[in-house]
């Protein structure tokens, strides 16, 4: 199954805020802007005429990868609030 049919196969409950914060600050200075590629759902897009970083927080998959590649440690990331975010199925 490819990536964007398994995607599709996920619900989503947005909460009504972003539960991943990047410091804006920090993305302008950054070189390699990891998360805009690191990212499987593609949550990040770099903006160039806004110079921000746009997050579609609502694609979310909680796999924490951006924390981990962000070069500047500047996500300050939290799981969705209660029920909201990702539910993955069994199979
Ligand atoms: S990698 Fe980190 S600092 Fe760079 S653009 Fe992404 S969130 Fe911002
Ligand atoms: S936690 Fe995973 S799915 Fe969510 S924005 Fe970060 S890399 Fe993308």
Known sequence: MTLDKKLYTLKYSPDTESHLNPNQEQCKLC???NCT???PAGVYEWNEDEQKLIINYENCLEC???RIACEKKA???K???GTKGVTFKQG
């Open 31 to 33: 070189e390699n802007r």
């Open 37 to 39: 590629y690191i990212c």
């Open 64 to 66: 924490g990868a951006c």
């Open 75 to 77: 996500i300050d990331w």
């Open 79 to 81: 799981y969705p609030k």
